[in-house]
Each structure stands twice: as C-alpha cells, then as structure tokens.
C-alpha cells in the first residue's frame, strides 16, 4: 500500500502533459519531417534488404513498457539505431523486388493531412468531405483513365477508395455471389464457382474463402507460354462448361492487366465474351499496371474493360500515393450496398434518409474509414496528368534500359515478353551448358545469383517460377530511381554471375 501514494504523486504530475499540444507537435513534427528528409537524401547508404535476423528487435528492446514518458529525442534515436536495421528500404532508389510502392512529397502531405484530421468517415455525415471528395477524385481518376461513364458517378457507377485490391476483390465477389444466390436460391450456395487463371493474385483465392464458397469450386485455369500465359478464353468457355454439365454455378471471373509473377495481360474483351450469357460478373484486377493505363500507349491493355462489372488498380503501387489506396470501381454501386451494407439505430441521421449522399461504410467491409482522398488528390493536383504520365514512362525506360543490357549479354536471356516496366530474366542454360543439363540445375543456378545479390545489400530482387522456370523479377517503378542505378545494377549482376559461373568451372 506505501506504493500506492506514490504511484498517485507520480500520475498527478505526468498527467499535466497534453498529448495534443499544439506547440509540442509543432516541435516535434519538425523533428519527424527533418529525420525522414534526412533518411531520403542518405537512402543509398543502407542494404536494400534488411540484413537482420528473425528474432532481432526482441533483444535490442526493453521487455516491458516504460512507466515514465520518455523523450522525442530518445525516441528517434532508438529508431535510428533499432528500427531502422530491421527495414527494408522500399523507397530505395536500389530497389526492384516485388512491385514498387512509390511515394512522393504530395503523397506523404496529403497522408500527414489525413492523419492530422483524423476523421472516421464511414457516412456522409461523420465528415462530409472525405465522401464528396472521394467520390469527386474518383470520377477525375477514371476520366485519366478512360473507363466508360457507365463507372463513374455520372453514369450512375462510382469508385470507392479502398485499403488493398484484397478488398477490393472480396467486395465485388461478396456482391456478385449475394446477386447470383438472389437469382437461384441460398440453398444453392455450395454451387457457386470462381474463376481466375494459375497467375491471378491469391488475393482471389483468399477472398473466395473468406465468402465461403467451397474450396473445391475455385478454378485456376491453366496457362502456357502460346498465350504469354494470359488467360485464354476458350480454356474458360470449356472451365465454365464442365462446371454447367457438373450443375455448378459460376458466378465470378477476377480477369488480371498486369499479373504479379510476370505482368501477363488478360485478354478483357474476348473473356467478357466469353462469359456474358452466363450472368458472370467479371472484375478486372489492375493493381499494379493499371496507372500506366493513364499514358495513351498503355490504355489498349484494358480495352473492353466497358464490358466488365469493375475495376480496380493501387495507386500505392505505381502512382505515387502512399499505401494504401486501392482504387475501385463498379457500375453497379447498388450491388455493394445491398451484400454489405448496415443501418443500425445509432447511425441514423437526415443526410442518409435523404438518400442524396454516399454513405461510404455499404461499399467496404470495414466501418470505420480513413481520409485516404486527401492524399490522392494532392498527388493528382500537386503533378499533374502531363507530369504523371511522364513519371511513368521514365520507369518504362529504365526497364526496356535494363532489358537491353541483358539481351546484348548471351549469357542472359529475357524470359517472358517485357510488358511495362518490369524485366523477368535469368542465367540461360546455354551460359552453363557444360555443367547443367536439367532445368532444375538451372533453376538453382539462379536463385543463387538472386541470393548472393540481395546478401550484397547493393539490390533487391524477387522471383517468380512460372511454367517450372525459375526467374528473377526487375521491377521499375520506385520514385528515387535514376538511369545510373540501373547501370550500377547491371554491374552487380554481372559481377555476381561471373563468381557464381565460375564456382562451377
């Protein structure tokens, strides 16, 4: 009990510090933007990849939680010294795993702003301009984009600014199977198939599971490299009509522009075709390539995209905006509100009565929601469409740069068609004839190369293994990145192929 007072004296005296001050957040919002203008300028100095060990940060920090506050100052300086070893820089200028997240200045504002206001926006209501102008810089995006008014508010579709594509995705198949059980019955239900090819995301599987469709009725149909391993739509017709004659239902088809392991390009037109006649609803996952869709050259990637139910890309992906914000559209906004919507006593107000506003909560699996338009209208404003489109392209050039150097070099060879502004290359077997003679060996090969290079802390690559063959993914697109780092690149995988051929001599 001695303990008691003092623990009193103590939580009287701290509890004078007000955690929102304006002063005090204006000195050490300072002190933020100052550490991370710094980390940007001195990027380069750090290994891409996180060189850590799992289990790393659980020894540099204390086991409990501190009593007493302790000092911005302090803070930051465990950042530095503990935080900062255990990231990996996707905003280096060295990095090309994955699919980039590029930021940019406006990108980061518009976040801080979002974060400043800290709203929760799940009706009009809650704070009437993160609805308006979310709905307002979603019909600008899609305008830049092309997509046909039948996606735009004005058509009487819209877009809603979602976290993630698997957001997305689960959304549109959730109303899509509410709209097909709503037509054959609920007892149905176990009928229900979902169709995307062996390269979708496993976003579509995860979704699928989620919504309860039966594992057995997810189809992957298989692609090869006659089709650049886009789906075909005769091999969807005969998926579609073997799961008709087994009295199955199909009900959704995730169509891909831009596929994760290799950017394959689904063909739109011809697989809403396809499915039409059979009440499918068709979404087009462009998650990744759909910001180059902004540049005139890359629009044809989604054409027919008219014919499909909606759409989707991130602009934290490749348009400069930071995570998140998935951007989705749907010509039919009334199917998302009636498979997600809630109307509980305590969020009754006037506004939504009315039925004149968007209450962005039935459009979204969550309830809650951020300000996430801020930051994409900063972006947009901030650049502009001419800017935009020319940011893209200099990712697309540094890509078809570093191609160049690979195919002037036998020893390389370019493995699936360069689409955007991703390369997927490897060692070729001819380069190691003497040695190898399975591809196995050679798929080995290589994901030692991209090992001993990311160990190098110089890069940051990913693979892909598509139809057995096991490739390394050079993926442009992070904001910092320059012509000279994919020269430096270039000297890196030439350095850590001459070793690695030679270990085998």
């Not at 199977?177 to 979902?194: A, C, E, P, S, T």
């Amino acid at each position: 009990m001695g303990s008691l007072g003092n623990d009193a004296h103590e939580a009287s005296s701290l509890f004078n510090l007000n955690p929102l001050d304006p002063e005090e957040f204006r000195r050490q919002g300072h002190m933020i933007i100052d550490f991370l203008a710094d980390y940007y300028r001195d990027i380069e100095k750090f290994p891409v990849r996180s060189q850590v060990q799992p289990g790393y940060l659980r020894k540099r920090l204390p086991k409990s939680a501190p009593y007493n506050p302790e000092s911005i100052e302090t803070i930051l300086q465990d950042v530095q010294n503990e935080i900062v070893p255990g990231i990996t820089h996707w905003q280096s200028p060295n990095y090309f795993a994955y699919f980039p997240s590029s930021g940019s200045i406006a990108g980061f504002l518009g976040e801080m702003l979002s974060t400043g206001f800290n709203v929760v926006g799940f009706n009009w209501m809650s704070s009437p301009a993160a609805t308006e102008l979310e709905s307002i810089v979603m019909d600008w995006f899609g305008k830049m984009l092309k997509l046909p008014n039948s996606f735009l508010f004005s058509g009487n579709g819209g877009g809603v600014l979602q976290g993630t594509t698997c957001e997305a995705i689960l959304c549109t198949l959730t109303a899509s199977r509410d709209q097909m059980l709503n037509k054959i019955g609920r007892d149905n239900f176990r009928k229900l198939v979902v169709y995307g090819s062996d390269q979708t995301h496993c976003a579509l599987q995860k979704a699928a599971q989620i919504a309860g469709i039966d594992p057995k009725n997810f189809r992957a149909v298989a692609t090869n490299k006659s089709t650049e391993f886009g789906l075909s739509p005769v091999a969807l017709e005969a998926a579609i009509q073997a799961d008709l004659e087994a009295g199955l239902v199909p009900f959704f088809l995730c169509a891909t522009v831009g596929t994760t392991s290799i950017t394959a390009v689904d063909p739109i037109g011809p697989l809403c075709d396809v499915v039409k006649e059979y009440g499918i609803w068709v979404h087009i996952d462009a998650a990744y390539a759909g910001s180059a869709c902004i540049c005139p050259e890359f629009r044809h990637f989604i054409d027919g995209v008219e014919k499909a139910d909606s759409f989707s890309l991130n602009a934290h992906k490749w348009f400069f905006t930071t995570l998140d914000c998935c951007c989705l559209w749907v010509k039919d906004p009334s199917a998302l509100v009636k498979a997600l919507s809630t109307n509980p006593e305590y969020l009754r107000n006037k506004a939504t009565e009315t039925r004149q506003v968007i209450d962005y909560k039935d459009w979204q699996i969550a309830l809650s929601r951020r300000f996430r338009s801020l930051k994409l209208w900063m972006v947009i404003r901030s650049y502009g469409v001419a800017n935009l489109r020319n940011y893209l392209r200099s990712h697309v050039k540094m890509a078809k740069q570093f191609e160049g150097l690979l195919v002037a070099d036998n020893r390389f060879e370019v493995v699936v068609p360069r689409t955007f502004a991703m390369v997927c290359f490897r060692v070729a077997p001819s380069a190691m004839a003497i040695t190898f003679n399975e591809e196995t060996n050679v798929n080995e090969l290589n994901a030692k190369l991209l090992e001993s290079m990311n160990v190098s802390g110089k890069v940051y690559m990913t693979h892909a293994v598509v139809g057995g063959v096991y490739m390394i993914r050079f993926a442009v697109g992070t904001t910092l990145t320059e012509e000279r780092h994919v020269s430096a690149v270039w000297k890196v995988v030439q350095e850590h192929t001459n070793t690695i051929l030679n270990s085998y001599q």
